[in-house]
């Protein structure tokens, strides 16, 4: 079970991008993730119009490490750190570690 999942709200906590607060678009392989809005980069782009696509500069969302995040929790309004938990069911869901409050979702 991972424990940051598409569509989360994080808060960066280290990197150029420090304390804006995203949502989760895609989580990548090897702990990457893209947050939206976060690691905005400008790319040079060549028109292709067999593609349809026009050339000048492109603003990107490039991957983060999901060690430079934490995932908020709005009942301190903080980034937090999460566990993972066996219910008695046999069910794993996330919690805060702070707090012990279980993850929705």
Do not use: Y
């Not at 960066?12 to 995203?22: A, L, P, Q, T, V």
């Not at 947050?35 to 500069?57: E, F, L, M, S």
């Amino acid at each position: 079970m991972r424990k940051i999942k598409k569509g989360d709200d994080v808060i960066i906590i280290s990197g150029k991008d420090k304390g804006k607060r995203g949502s989760v678009s895609k989580v990548l392989p090897e702990s990457m993730i893209v947050v939206d809005g976060i690691n905005v980069v400008k790319r040079h782009t060549k028109p292709n119009p067999q593609a349809g696509i026009a050339g000048g500069i492109v603003q990107k969302e490039m991957p983060i490490n999901q060690c430079k995040v934490g995932l908020f929790n709005p009942v301190t309004n903080k980034p937090d750190r999460v566990g993972i938990r066996n219910l008695e069911d046999g069910t794993k869901v996330r919690f805060f570690k702070s707090n012990g409050e279980v993850i929705d979702g």
